[in-house]
């Protein structure tokens, strides 16, 4: 791998740092943040932390933008002296920036890449949506890899990245909240707390692990589990009444809603 930098290591960057050190142990991981003393120590064993992002930009070919969205464009202002073309390739993390206006900002003829990862990267099992410009140094394959390396990859059409964002980063939060009825309600009908969360984890990476294995619709499998006046039918049923399917779609549709209108 080549050299990495990410700058500003908040929970993404920390997460995409975790999950790049896990698999390349020996990669050169270069990673900037304000405040250095918050940073938990473990981290410091993974990648060399500075304030200096010249320092950093300096040391690095790739380049991951791990910034809020609103101060991306002001930091590659500031910063597009030190950007080299035949050097580095530079990657958003950022959402709602596009592809053009961070090559506006940069010298002609730089990579540039946004990626939309999500916080499973710390554990390696994130999925990344991935849309690319032109690219003259042609790093596809290293960004991919990068990528990969922190779970699986799809590449998009950049018209597509605020979706991205919606169904695989904040889609995380959806599954957990999911997971935590579910841990609920496995307390109510008798289970303790800890004993619930495993239960209910096992079966969601099972029933995942169905999906990718099998390459079947959700729909194939819940058919396996659901027999006539059965105990899952009547569940199923009973949370289609009340809207959960319709719930979640909604919610989906209003966070996109709200990214496209920011």
């Known amino acids: 791998m080549k050299k990495i930098g990410i700058v500003g290591c908040g929970n993404l960057g920390a997460s995409i740092l975790e999950g790049i050190h896990e698999i390349y142990p020996d990669c050169q991981i270069y990673a900037s943040k304000r405040d250095l003393t918050n940073v938990p120590a473990d981290l410091f064993k993974k990648g060399t932390f500075t304030d200096n992002n010249a320092l950093l930009l300096q040391e690095s070919e790739i380049i991951i933008l791990a910034l809020k969205p609103y101060t991306i464009l002001n930091f590659l202002k500031e910063h597009s002296n030190l950007i080299d073309p035949s050097k580095h390739t530079v990657i ?3 959402t709602g920036i596009l592809i053009s206006e961070i090559s506006e900002v940069l010298p002609e003829n730089t990579g540039v890449y946004r990626a ?3 916080t499973a990267t710390s554990v390696n099992e994130s999925i990344t949506a991935i849309a690319s410009s032109t690219d003259s140094l ?5 960004v991919s890899q990068l990528f990969e390396s922190l779970g699986e990859v799809v590449f998009i059409e950049e018209n597509l990245m605020e979706s991205a964002t919606i169904l695989g980063a904040c889609g995380v939060a959806y599954v957990l909240r999911f997971m935590r009825a579910m841990i609920q309600g496995g307390i109510e009908v008798g289970f303790d707390a800890s004993t619930a969360t495993k239960i209910v984890s096992q079966t969601m ?6 999906i990718i294995q099998n390459n079947s619709h959700p729909e194939a499998e819940i058919d396996k589990v659901t027999t006539p006046r059965g105990c899952t039918i009547v569940g199923l049923n009973e949370m289609e009444h009340a809207g959960f ?4 779609i909604k919610g989906i549709v209003t966070s996109f809603e709200r990214i496209e209108n920011k």
Not at 245 to 248: Q, V
């Open 205 to 210: 990476k099972g029933a995942s692990e169905l």
């Open 92 to 94: 958003s993390v950022a």
């Open 245 to 248: 399917s319709s719930a979640l």
């Open 116 to 118: 939309m990862p999500n």
């Open 138 to 142: 042609n790093r596809k394959d290293n």
